[in-house]
């Protein structure tokens, strides 16, 4: 099996964070701060730090192996 890139699961991982952070927002207009909507917005937060991260990475990784083909 072959192992994803990090760039992929940084999109997947950003991807899932706009979209928890569309749902909070939703929320927050429909019945205002409760407990759910700040759930919400953690989950995204983490999701969404986790992806830059792997973002971050992939490109670290591509540097480090343009560095070394030279």
């Not at 939703?26 to 953690?42: D, P, R």
């Not at 937060?45 to 540097?63: Q, V, W, Y």
């Amino acid at each position: 099996m072959k192992r994803q890139s990090p760039l992929f699961i940084g999109i997947v991982y950003a991807g899932l964070g706009i979209l928890f952070i569309t749902i909070a927002i939703q929320t927050v207009n429909s019945s205002g701060w409760g407990f759910f909507a700040y759930i919400l917005v953690l989950i995204a937060t983490l999701d969404l730090g986790s992806g830059l991260r792997m973002i971050l990475i992939h490109f670290k990784i591509k540097s480090i192996q343009k560095k070394n083909k030279k």
